[in-house]
């Protein structure tokens, strides 16, 4: 793997080289390349602001944020989300990473489809939600040059990522889609998932069993 694509050098220290080789035996191409782009088109929008942030811990959220899709890491009965968080948290305190840190890389992962919510945390986390959002629906494509979204889809290829990664999402929670509940997730089910109707909140406060 290169180290600097597109002006953006990838961390290499001890601890990066272990997430990325944890995340690489679990992570598809489509996950893992998608990965890496989150980081990369992240970075790219610090840089771009001169924003300050700590490039190893946004690498190691970037690369973990999606693996609670994947067999080894989905739980029966939390949002997978909260899976990668979780697995990220347990690989960094295994690795002796200050609890400040790993509480910054929890809610990187566990927020990054918390749309109107991640983008107002601290900068890592609001990072990795713009490089996430890039990548996957085009949010503010213009703001990367034609020229570096080249580069770094040319060492991190799509894997034709716009028609495949809906189905990888479900294949990660098809198995509990109540957890889908309140967030952008529940399209995913209602529209691939046959005979899902996603629950409606209005009927949960109509029909809850206060007596009024």
Avoid at 68 to 81: H, Q, Y
Avoid at 168 to 190: S, V
Wanted: proline content about 4%; some cysteine.
């Amino acid at each position: 793997m290169k180290n600097l694509i597109a002006d953006i050098k990838i961390p290499d220290s001890k601890l990066a080289i272990e997430a990325a080789e944890l995340v690489r035996d679990h992570a598809d191409d489509l996950l893992w390349n998608h990965s890496n782009r989150t980081f990369l088109f992240a970075a790219m929008r610090g840089n771009m602001n001169k924003m300050k942030y700590d490039a190893e811990l946004l690498y190691i959220s970037s690369l973990f944020h999606d693996l609670g899709l994947t067999p080894s890491f989905r739980s029966p009965d939390k949002r997978f989300e909260v899976d990668g968080a979780n697995a990220a948290r347990d690989f960094l305190k295994s690795r002796g990473v200050p609890e400040d840190s790993i509480r910054l890389v929890w809610d990187a992962v566990a927020l990054h489809t918390s749309i109107g919510i991640a983008e107002y945390k601290e900068t890592e986390v609001s990072l990795m939600n713009f490089g996430v959002a890039y990548d996957v629906v085009g949010k503010n494509f213009d703001l990367i040059s034609a020229e570096m979204r080249q580069q770094v889809v040319e060492a991190f290829p799509r894997c034709g990522l716009k028609h495949n990664i809906l189905h990888a999402f479900l294949e990660g929670f098809k198995h509990k889609p109540e957890t889908t509940y309140g967030t952008i997730n529940a399209d995913i089910c209602e529209t691939l998932l046959p005979g899902y109707k996603r629950p409606n909140f209005c009927h949960h406060v109509l029909n809850s069993i206060w007596d009024e």
